[in-house]
């Protein structure tokens, strides 16, 4: 059996669950720290004794995935939050140099996001009120060092954010910038084999961006092409990891498809990302060590592919624009769906990404879909946050139920699916809207208090659980457990549960 030790981001399932439950499908075992050692969303990890667990686990394991972000700062959040300096942050790093090795080290980091919102949740607690100027005070930057005629509009902007947030902001980018520099030079030096460095809610101008064309000159300087890869990305990478580790164990390659069910949407951009869904996709499809072929029966899998609607934005439910939604998406996906059931009849892989909308399905899809095709016959489902944490996880889940030979995998792979099904479609895109209202009847916000947790996550099963009774397909199988519903962040962003056979 394959042996893997993984470092994730942080400690959300998508970044220790989800990489944990792919592996079962391929019947290879993952290794992560114990909880204890992770973070615990803004209290960074224990980086010192992350290492030392990656030194006992290093020689036995055939690979090694580790974020850099979780080794240097303590997490994905500690890394925007903490004041550790750089210094320190580089010194962990440089221990990875001595690890004990049989077998190769993936190393991956992000790019430190600039999000648009005067939320501090996972940001400095100065975010809550200069976040969205900070967010437009950094595309102005990098907007008047193209030469653009912005600088009026930026020094008015500078004069609303206090000196010492904009130093703090700048401050932390630079530590970013060198943590991620110092990857490219442990990765020319050979300690790791591939390096990814993602970026987190990218757009076309701002630091990041900046950042990241920086680092793109220095890979190729460094003749690095092959061994860096740069793309949009976060919480997905963990999975992508996992699978391209295993394919390279294996020395296979596999070779998709990709079929769109709007064809000229495949050049429309979605939500927090930089390129067209078509570059997502084959970034994504690199990332995991296949190739994309031209015709369809060149394929071992068919990558079927919702693309971006023209909101640009989760499904606004309000009358006017949902009727304008449905006139335009009905018929391409009722003729999207029946293409995947004939799909699946002909006993094709199909992995579909359903991408019209972040954080959630498309209902639309949903509705032919579970009409037209037995869900449980697809490699992979995914409809989750961004348009690559979907695809990069989809990807992963496909190609390990390529894998599968024993019971054991088929329940895997089967678990896996219903869970997808559940969190994307039933919660994302129902489930979550309902208990946010019936927090707000309640407390007079929408969000989770800690007395209201318990009975938080009670309502959420119960939900859940009916609506999953109404999917004959999956219900007749599978439903929540009782107690398992957990919110891994104390907020209704995202979820975790258990299922069990029905």
Not at 292 to 298: G, S, Y
Not at 318 to 346: D, G, H, K, N, V
Not at 463 to 489: C, F, I, T, Y
Request: charged share 20%.
């Amino acid at each position: 059996m394959p042996r893997l030790a993984l470092i994730p981001l942080d400690e959300r399932p998508v970044n220790v669950r989800y990489p944990q439950l792919i592996a079962q499908i391929a019947d290879a075992e993952l290794r992560v720290p114990p909880a204890a050692l992770l973070s615990r969303k803004r209290a960074p990890a224990d980086c010192d004794a992350l290492i030392a667990w990656l030194h006992t686990q290093a020689a036995a394991c055939d690979a090694l995935i580790v974020s850099l972000d979780m080794l240097a700062y303590g997490g994905l959040i500690a890394s925007r939050t903490t004041d550790e300096p750089a210094a320190r942050c580089l010194a962990r790093l440089e221990r990875l140099r001595a690890m004990p090795r049989s077998g190769a080290i993936y190393a991956f980091n992000v790019i430190a996001r600039i999000p648009d919102a005067d939320d501090s949740v996972e940001e400095p607690e100065y975010w809550a009120h200069y976040g969205r100027r900070l967010h437009r005070y950094s595309q102005l930057l990098h907007r008047a060092a193209e030469g653009q005629a912005v600088v009026s509009e930026l020094s008015a902007l500078q004069a609303e954010i206090p000196e010492a947030y904009r130093a703090d902001f700048l401050r932390r980018r630079l530590r970013n910038h060198q943590v991620n520099l110092a990857a490219l030079d442990l990765l020319a030096q050979g300690v790791f084999d591939l390096l990814v460095i993602s970026s987190d809610d990218t757009s076309p101008y701002g630091l990041g961006s900046q950042e990241k064309a920086w680092l793109s000159e220095w890979r190729r300087r460094l003749q690095l092409a092959d061994s860096v890869l740069m793309y949009p990305g976060a919480d997905e990478i963990g999975c992508v990891l996992t699978v391209r580790a295993l394919l390279e164990r294996v020395q296979r390659t596999p070779r998709f498809y990709v079929h769109y069910a709007i064809p000229e949407d495949s050049a429309r951009v979605a939500p927090y990302e930089d390129g067209a869904v078509s570059l997502t996709v084959e970034r994504q499809i690199r990332a995991i060590g296949g190739v994309l072929v031209a015709r369809e029966d060149e394929a071992e899998f068919i990558v079927a592919v919702n693309p971006p609607s023209r909101i640009g934005a989760e499904l606004d439910f309000s009358p006017e624009a949902y009727t304008a939604e449905q006139a335009y998406r009905a018929a391409p996906m009722a003729a999207f769906a029946e293409q995947i059931a004939a799909w699946l009849s002909a006993a094709r892989r199909v992995i579909l990404c359903d991408v019209a909308y972040p954080n959630g399905s498309d209902p639309f899809l949903m509705a032919q879909l579970f009409a037209q095709a037995d869900v449980r016959q697809l490699a992979a489902y995914g409809a989750w946050n961004t348009a690559g944490n979907t695809i990069g996880t989809a990807l992963a889940q496909g190609v390990a139920s390529a894998t599968v030979q024993t019971p054991q995998q088929a329940h895997a792979q089967q678990y896996f699916l219903a869970h997808r099904f559940v969190e994307d479609y039933l919660y994302q895109q129902g489930v979550r809207a309902e208990v946010r209202a019936w927090l707000a009847a309640r407390a007079g916000v929408p969000e989770v208090s800690p007395e209201r947790e318990a009975e938080t996550c009670a309502y959420i099963e119960r939900r859940l659980n009916e609506q999953l009774a109404a999917l004959s397909q999956l219900g007749a199988q599978w439903r929540v457990a009782h107690g398992s519903v957990r919110l891994p962040w104390q907020r209704t962003f995202e979820v975790d549960f258990d299922l069990e056979s029905v």
